[in-house]
């Protein structure tokens, strides 16, 4: 195990009386422990002033990444130091640290609890404090379209909510613990156009009067931060405003310059003028029909610019190029949108360029029209309501719905009262686990089971031997002579402690073999209910008797009971039936009319044994949640 010297527990260290937000790195040499021959940072500087945002860009690699686990002493640089307002945050105590720092990814860590709970996560607040913090994150909205509100489970790992959602709980928890330092990890990288524009918004608003890190790999995102850092094989080799970097022609240029390209419509090269000049005429008449049969709004489709960290919209002027040579077969150049982003539209004579265009509002030909609402409707007649497809079709498109609402079965509208009576009826008139059932589930493991039987036979036919031996015994004492009677009792004696040691080797055969075969019939019976519960629906795992708390003690626990309720059980039912069965060869033998009289008490014994079953078996309807056999699962595991 790797030991670290830092642990958010760790009661030792100082605190800052107040938190100005300058941070520096000051010649930080680090590498990782597992590959401590490969350095991440070599010599690395770095000031950001308080309240003020500093993007970092580089290549792949380039280090940029592991400034946030050294900002969180999630590691320690193995060489130089980092600084917050002058002091080295070793010095610092590590909980207070973390709770100075608001840290968004692209990937946020939610926890298998409600909404409001993963907002309220860093910081505890009144329901009002969550609400207001929901809001300035643009997440109140779909909060309050879900049925439960804030209560609503999120699921493991937010499995429950789309990436945009799960940005915006993570800003709103942000928000609500008003950090003095900000850590952006790509928030937005792999969201869309309308989500990354309200996460932007929403990050804008977070932004404000904190010192702020964004860890950038789409330039375009970055643009108006007050610095922008390059980093390059853990160096930082170029630092300034984007115009600066600009005018600088260095590296910054270089990646952008490589980002616009990647946007640019590719282009196989072409072997001749001839074929050139066709595919020239080909690009312009695209491009012309594209213009034409685009929508008014696409025609007239703004540009994005931040300024002062807001976004606004401004309109790109299309007749800036109306005055160009008639002679180029291009159409006009032109500033459109990519992804949310301007760009310049860059022309030459070998790859003439094709207006852009967004591809939710781009028009293509002669694709046929489907009516999606009439196959809904039909969909929504003809589907199953217990179908795991139904809820896709006739889902409503203009209602925000959840991950667990669209993938989840169809649910009654029925208060909590009703359905908790509901799931106790349906538990009362199952139907019991079937005895044979379980025994088809060891009959691969039937060598086993036949030694522990032949073990558990002899061990309960001593039973009725050991009685019948010691009635021998009491019988002898009533001998007249004295030598024969010492003589009796002293044979039936050592016949006792015969059958003591071959009862010690019998139980052991079969404990030991009833053992093996239970803990065989157990892991194939939770490999089998693992497989069940996989199979199950999305919805299935939301709900909260469902969550993998409780799952896993149910593979932990319920093929125990299986075990219990089967292997132990034959055994003793084994060894019951023998004892029985060599009493009542007795009792023919010595006196069948005896005998007769002591198996007419027995129906009485098994009735009153058949009554008390049932009267424990009642409390099958209350079962404890984490502890009780999973009814429901287990006739899957068998059929399926």
């Not at 509100?149 to 799960?166: F, M, P, R």
């Not at 900000?182 to 524009?197: H, I, M, S």
């Not at 952008?256 to 595919?279: F, G, I, V, Y």
């Not at 291009?330 to 310049?344: F, R, Y």
Request: hydrophobic content about 40%; glycine content about 6%.
């Amino acid at each position: 195990m790797i030991s670290r010297s830092t642990s958010s527990t760790n009661q030792e260290g100082a605190t800052l009386p107040q938190v100005q937000g300058n941070i520096e790195f000051r010649n930080v040499y680090f590498s990782y422990l597992s590959r401590p021959e490969i350095p991440i940072l070599s010599g690395f500087f770095l000031t950001v002033p308080a309240r003020k945002t500093v993007a970092l860009v580089g290549r792949n690699g380039s280090g940029k990444s592991s400034i946030i686990p050294l900002m969180e002493r999630f590691y320690d640089p193995t060489l130089g130091e980092v600084l917050l307002d002058g002091e080295n945050i070793k010095n610092l105590k590590v909980e207070w640290l973390r709770s100075q720092i608001g840290l968004v990814t692209q990937e946020p860590a939610l926890l298998s609890l409600s909404i409001r709970e993963n907002i309220a996560y860093g910081r505890s607040g009144t329901f009002d404090q969550i609400e207001e913090a929901a809001k300035t994150a643009h997440a109140h909205g779909f909060i309050s379209s879900l049925e439960k509100g804030y209560e609503t489970q999120v699921g493991l790992a937010g499995v429950a909510l789309t990436d945009e959602q799960k940005i915006k709980i993570s800003i709103a928890r942000a928000v609500l613990s008003n950090p003095s330092i900000l850590l952006l990890d790509e928030v937005t990288g792999g969201l869309d156009f309308e989500a990354e524009k309200a996460v932007q918004e929403a990050l804008d608003v977070l932004m404000l009067g904190r010192s702020t890190i964004i860890i950038a790999r789409r330039l375009c995102l970055i643009k108006n931060a007050d610095y922008i850092a390059v980093m390059e094989e853990g160096h930082l080799v170029e630092m300034g405003t984007h115009d600066e970097l600009l005018n600088l022609d260095g590296l910054y240029a270089e990646l952008l310059r490589c980002e616009e390209a990647t946007k640019l419509p590719k282009r196989m090269p072409t072997k001749n003028s001839r074929e050139r000049k066709s595919l020239q005429a080909e690009d312009t008449s695209v491009s012309q029909y594209f213009q034409e049969s685009s929508s008014p709004k696409m025609a007239k489709s703004p540009s994005l610019q931040r300024t002062h960290g807001m976004l606004q919209f401004w309109r790109s002027d299309t007749n800036r190029n109306s005055h160009d040579s008639p002679k180029d077969p291009s159409p006009p150049s032109e500033q459109t949108i990519d992804n949310g982003i301007p760009m310049v539209a860059i022309e030459t004579e070998r790859t003439p360029s094709i207006k852009r265009q967004d591809s939710f509002e781009m028009k293509l030909p002669d694709l046929p029209k489907v009516d999606v609402h009439r196959i809904q409707r039909q969909s929504s007649k003809n589907s199953d309501p217990d179908s795991p497809i139904s809820p896709l079709l006739t889902s409503d498109p203009k209602n925000e719905r959840s991950h667990s609402q669209t993938f989840s079965r169809p649910q009654s509208e029925r208060d909590d009262t009703s359905s908790e009576h509901s799931e106790l009826d349906e538990v009362q008139h199952q139907k019991p686990p079937s005895f044979w059932r379980l025994a088809t589930l060891s009959i691969a493991e039937w060598p086993y089971a036949l030694l522990g039987t032949i073990g558990a036979a002899v061990f309960g036919s001593f039973n009725p031997l050991l009685a019948y031996t010691i009635a021998l015994i009491v019988s002898a004492y009533y001998q007249i002579e004295i030598r024969d009677m010492r003589h009796e009792v002293n044979r039936w004696c050592l016949f006792i402690v015969g059958m003591g040691v071959i009862t010690v080797l019998v139980n052991w055969l079969q404990h030991f073999y009833f053992g093996i075969m239970g803990e065989k019939m157990t892991e194939r019976i939770r490999r089998m209910m693992f497989s069940a519960m996989l199979r199950n629906e999305i919805g299935w795992f939301d709900k909260e008797e469902n969550n993998a708390d409780t799952l896993s003690l149910r593979l932990a626990n319920d093929a125990t009971f299986v075990r219990a309720a089967f292997s132990n059980r034959l055994s003793i039912f084994i060894q019951d039936t023998a004892a029985v069965s060599v009493a009542l060869l007795i009792g023919i033998l010595l006196g069948w009319r005896v005998a007769l009289v002591a198996l007419a008490t027995l129906p009485v014994l098994v009735i009153s044994a058949i009554a008390q079953v049932i009267k424990f078996s009642l409390f099958v309807c209350y079962p404890l949640k984490s502890g009780y056999v999973n009814k429901k699962l287990m006739p899957s595991i068998y059929f399926f």
